[in-house]
């Protein structure tokens, strides 16, 4: 790291990767339609903007003079160390941007020592992904199936057996969201065949179809995903399910917190699905000082949402978080050239946030927590 941020002065470097510049090029190069259901956020798309508005309302507080020669950001999570305080969220359907999708990814998620969520919607199966990087730290994501909990409860179980370190579960999506732009544009990457890996193969999902064909499964997989009626409860059982920590992904009420804490839940996710769920939703930056104090490091408080460059990530460590998810920024790399294209992306990322971290007197995850901010 030290090497690029001492060159970062002399001109030469060449990182054309700004995430405006991606995002552009991303568009230029996908079909309408998997570009506006990689970008879009549901309704009119005020809860995706609050994500960028309360992050830029948040102004950080730097130290001077705190010997920032040797930046180390790792952190200690579940009792595993991770290179950096930031992950890859999961994101289903990778093959909308690149055929070699979740498989690409994984890679240059691994060159920079960045730990990755894979969905349930991967377009490689979730052992695939974990086979083409062994040793790199894999977190799997679930939408809990409350009709048919074995389907998850075995999926927990087959991402453990594949040497996955913690379980992902997603409440934000009870209902899919209102995606107006899908809507116009017709568009359902499930229907299309993506997303379905996972569930292919999986004994106790096909168990309750009674078919083969891609059509029930497609049928089967929208059952699975939206889980109306989902409650707190149903949390207790994959906890009994598996021996991996359990993380809630989308909680944004301190109360909710509470209640996460009161079932024995492991860790936090604070999001709002990056403004794909429910539209006029509070910007996650908002919510997270809330959770943070409501939680009070009993345990993890991770955040997502609108994270683009280095300074985001400092903001919300300063709010309190312990790491944070970045999301479509990754996908527009991948569109644009695979593997390198996510590569180019995490190193433009993560090199500005060790810029970041030592211009604000941060020269680890623990002093960047105690940075203060001011609105
Ligand atoms: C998502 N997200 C998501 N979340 C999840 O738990 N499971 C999933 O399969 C998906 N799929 C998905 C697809 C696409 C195209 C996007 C853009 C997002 C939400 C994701 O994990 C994360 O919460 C947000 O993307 C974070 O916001 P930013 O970084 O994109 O602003």
Do not use: C
Not at 315 to 324: E, F, I, Q, R, T
Request: without cysteine; negative net charge.
């Amino acid at each position: 790291k030290q090497d690029t941020l001492m060159k970062h002065i002399d001109g030469e470097t060449h990182f054309p990767y700004r995430f405006e510049n991606v995002e552009k090029k991303a568009q230029e190069v996908l079909p309408k339609e998997a570009f506006d259901y990689i970008q879009s956020g549901a309704g009119r798309e005020e809860t995706l903007s609050n994500n960028r508005t309360s992050l830029e309302q948040v102004k950080i507080v730097p130290r001077m003079l705190q010997n920032v020669g040797n930046i180390d950001l790792s952190v200690k999570l579940f009792g595993n160390t991770y290179k950096q305080p930031v992950f890859l969220a999961p994101i289903g359907m990778q093959k909308l941007a690149h055929p070699e999708a979740e498989l690409a990814t994984v890679r240059a998620a691994k060159k920079h020592g960045v730990p990755m969520i894979v969905s349930t919607a991967s377009t490689f199966s979730l052992e695939e992904i974990a086979k083409e990087v062994p040793d790199h730290p894999l977190w799997y994501q679930i939408y809990w199936n409350e009709r048919h909990p074995d389907v998850s409860i075995n999926m927990a179980v087959r991402a453990e057996q594949a040497g996955y370190d913690a379980i992902v579960v997603t409440v934000d999506t009870v209902l899919i969201g209102w995606r107006e732009r899908d809507l116009e544009n017709q568009f359902s990457p499930l229907k299309a065949g993506y997303g379905l890996a996972n569930f292919k193969n999986d004994e106790a999902f096909m168990s309750h179809l009674d078919g083969t064909d891609d059509d029930t499964i497609v049928r089967g997989i929208v059952e699975n995903f939206a889980h109306p009626t989902l409650n707190w409860k149903d949390i207790e059982k994959i906890k009994k399910a598996t021996g991996l920590p359990v993380i809630v992904k989308g909680i944004l009420d301190p109360e909710d917190a509470r209640f996460a804490l009161e079932h024995g839940v492991d860790g936090i996710i604070v999001s709002n699905h990056g403004g794909r769920q429910l539209d006029g939703v509070i910007g996650s930056a908002e919510a997270l000082p809330t959770i943070v104090e409501e939680i009070n490091g009993q345990i993890p408080v991770l955040f997502d949402g609108g994270i683009r460059r280095g300074a985001d990530v400092v903001k919300a460590l300063a709010l309190g978080a312990d790491a944070v998810l970045v999301g479509r920024p990754f996908m527009y790399g991948l569109a644009i050239d695979g593997e390198n294209g996510v590569s180019n992306v995490l190193e433009h990322l993560l090199s500005d946030l060790h810029v970041s971290a030592g211009l604000a007197g941060s020269p680890d995850v623990r002093t960047l927590k105690a940075l203060k901010t001011r609105k």
